[in-house]
């Protein structure tokens, strides 16, 4: 097709879902469209951007990129199936050479297959170690499962998690024990059990629950003061009665007959499950606490107020244990920015799309008609330098293409004086902007078809006209909330084992660990990128961990115009809350031999890695505290009685609009990296199948 001819495509910014939109357009339909993303500030990313640190070496020399600098704690989990076709292409198609660091796939993540809950026992924090069930499957294989297989998945699922829960520590990969050996043999036993059962109940959906109510009323309360007196007993007793709970709201609702998991989404999750009949010791153990914690799900960012829709809920639960491939999760061998974005970006270039950075969506214009969006308003940031013809925005760190956590300086017109400007944030006064220019992109001219990839809570800067337009759009928007989070890293001059953590395996002591003490409610060791930063010799960190979890806010990121130093007020928050957690839990039950024996439960802060050399407390300040407030941050929650309000993506009743994003109607629903794939995806489906003719 000709270049005159080919249909026009703004993407409105450069998150994964509008980046997941461009890759699916330039996929099935090479060349067809003339596609440019329009990303606010230096980098692609949304809420997965990452970047190296511009560092000065103490007693002055060249700066360097030097530290990797998230936005957030991302894992990414074997049922990401939409998510790692994607990369598994990108990185095919780039055809690094051999010696790259990233130069495949298998290079770029690490499946893991080991995790940790923290829970409460008789007042005291306890561990539970879990070995996942882990298969030989790619975790891009989209095969599909019959009816059959997600039952013996479940069952298998259920028989690995209770053989693990009572596996000895020590070397996962050494010869088995006795002792372990018998646990093996009891958990072929389980499955086969467990199948029996899962097939009886599916079978005979009235007698199981029959059988299932008569335990909840009768058996558990002769087994709960006997299980409960030890800890994994106990655990055991807890992840019985939660399993027992999910099958009678499952059989109860009738879903495995005709899908209806949807209409649970009207009640919240611990609310469906009593009246399922779990024990309310249950309702706050890890097995049901876990869901809030891994999608944020807490309003306000309030730890009193956990919330989230039954459906989406039990649809995540029942993925994650049917529907992974491989392993349980995957972390990634460097930074979001050079191991997600890094490749994505660099493979849609090569397809033709255009980037056009510093170009910051302000408002979406409709027609007289108010039937299609007929102008795209554009705050342009910055000018380059006279010489630049376009901005080239990646750096190389020890071999690897990355984002820089900075513009480069040098491509912008009087780039030096602009260091004090904020390009990523919504709260960065227009006035102090070197150009104040704004642009407007015309329907016809600039594009033919928009998809709007924006997170949820920049539609009512970015949308108003369509929200004063249209009541589904309204509707959406006063539902559909987001939270803010925070995010902590941490980098050490001693290892995880010198710290304290060397169990259960010291030779690979490196966890997912969730349910431990709010705000960082999660933590997962990070070394595995240590080797991507770029330290000079003798000053290199022993390891290095991110925590993440909620950050109490309001429910709405305020504007510009009545709070503009928001983000300035909710980043001194998170210091002091990361500061808190870091001083007083960190070494209490996690890092056990980082505590200061003279001065319990304060750490020793000379473990902290700090190239600057400060002493004591002082230390902290080397450390990154980040608080995800704007409103292009802030992660989307699914509340009860929400989701019916969610728009798919083609449609929004705008005849040239598609929207992309985890907060539209993508079949995932919860906040995480597959989701956002997964809704950039439908929506350039939504344009390959448009019917609508050409505007014009």
Excluded at 21 to 37: C, H, M, S, W
């Amino acid at each position: 097709m000709s270049g005159a001819a080919r249909k026009k495509i703004a993407i409105l910014g450069g998150g994964p879902a509008g980046l997941a939109a461009a890759y699916r357009l330039t996929e099935k339909a090479p060349g067809e469209y003339d596609i440019t993303v329009y990303q606010m500030g230096w980098r692609v990313g949304g809420k997965g951007t990452s970047g190296y640190r511009r560092w000065q070496p103490p007693g002055g020399g060249e700066a360097i990129w030097n530290r990797i600098e998230e936005h957030g704690l991302h894992i990414l989990f074997g049922f990401y199936t939409n998510f790692f076709a994607v990369m598994r292409q990108c990185y095919a198609e780039l055809a690094r050479p051999d010696q790259h660091p990233l130069g495949s796939f298998e290079k770029a993540f690490e499946p893991r297959d080991f995790g940790t809950t923290m829970y409460r026992h008789r007042s005291r924090w306890r561990r539970a170690h879990v070995w996942f069930r882990r298969d030989d499957a790619a975790p891009d294989a989209d095969d599909a499962i019959r009816a059959g297989d997600t039952l013996d998945s479940l069952a298998a699922f259920l028989a690995s998690s209770f053989r693990n829960a009572f596996r000895p520590f020590g070397n996962p990969n050494a010869p088995p024990a006795p002792t372990q050996r018998a646990f093996d043999v009891a958990g072929g036993v389980a499955f086969a059990v467990a199948r029996r059962v899962l097939r009886a109940l599916a079978a005979r959906p009235s007698w199981g629950l029959r059988v299932l109510r008569f335990w909840q009323r009768h058996v558990r309360r002769w087994l709960r003061p006997i299980l409960g007196r030890f800890g994994r007993t106990y655990l055991l007793w807890l992840g019985v009665d939660y399993f027992v709970a999910l099958c009678v709201g499952v059989l109860e609702a009738d879903i495995l007959k005709i899908r209806a998991i949807e209409s649970l989404d009207r009640l919240e999750y611990r609310e469906w499950l009593e009246q399922s009949g779990i024990h309310p010791e249950t309702a706050v153990s890890p097995f049901v606490s876990l869901i809030y914690h891994a999608a944020f799900s807490y309003e306000r960012g309030e730890p009193g107020r956990p919330r989230i829709a039954a459906g989406s809920a039990l649809r995540l639960v029942l993925r994650a244990a049917v529907e992974g491939r491989g392993a349980a999760y995957n972390r990634m061998r460097g930074g979001m920015g050079e191991v997600v974005f890094v490749p994505l970006y660099e493979t849609l270039r090569r397809r033709g799309v255009r980037f056009e950075f510093f170009h910051k969506v302000e408002a979406l214009h409709l027609d007289a008609t108010r039937q299609q969006v007929e102008e795209i308003e554009i705050l342009r940031q910055a000018r380059l330098a006279p010489e630049r013809s376009a901005y080239e925005p990646l750096i190389t760190v020890k071999g690897v293409e990355a984002f820089p956590s900075e513009p480069l300086w040098d491509q912008l017109e009087n780039g030096e004086a602009l260091r004090d400007l904020r390009f990523e944030s919504y709260y960065q006064p227009e006035a102090s902007l070197p150009t104040g220019e704004r642009r407007r992109l015309k329907r016809g001219r600039d594009f033919d078809q928009v998809v709007l990839a924006t997170p949820v809570a920049t539609l009512p800067y970015v949308a108003a006209e369509l929200l004063e337009e249209s009541e589904p759009w309204r509707e959406m928007v006063a539902h559909v909330k987001s939270v803010q989070t925070l995010s902590l890293q941490v980098w050490f001059d001693e290892s995880l084992p010198q710290l304290g953590w060397d169990q259960p395996d010291p030779q690979d002591p490196h966890t997912l660990l969730s349910m431990y003490a709010m705000p960082m409610s999660t933590w997962v060791p990070m070394d595995q990128t240590l080797p991507r930063e770029n330290w000079p010799i003798g000053m290199e960190p022993r390891s290095v961990s991110y925590f993440t979890g909620v950050q109490p806010g309001p429910e709405v990121a305020p504007r510009p115009s009545e709070r503009p130093r928001f983000p300035e007020e909710q980043a001194t928050e998170a210091r002091i809350l990361s500061e808190s957690f870091v001083r007083n839990l960190l070494a209490e039950d996690l890092l056990e031999k980082l505590e200061d024996r003279a001065n319990p439960p304060f750490p020793r802060f000379e473990a902290l890695h700090d190239p600057h050399g400060r002493e004591g407390s002082e230390r902290l300040a080397a450390q990154l505290y980040r608080s995800n407030c704007e409103p292009s941050e802030r992660v989307t929650l699914a509340l009860p009685g929400a989701t019916k309000f969610r728009l798919e993506a083609g449609d929004t009743g705008f005849a040239n609009l598609v929207i992309a994003g985890d907060w539209i109607d993508n079949g995932v629903q919860l906040a995480c990296m597959e989701g956002a794939f997964t809704g950039g995806l439908q929506a350039g489906d939504a344009i390959l199948l448009s019917k609508a003719p050409a505007p014009g």
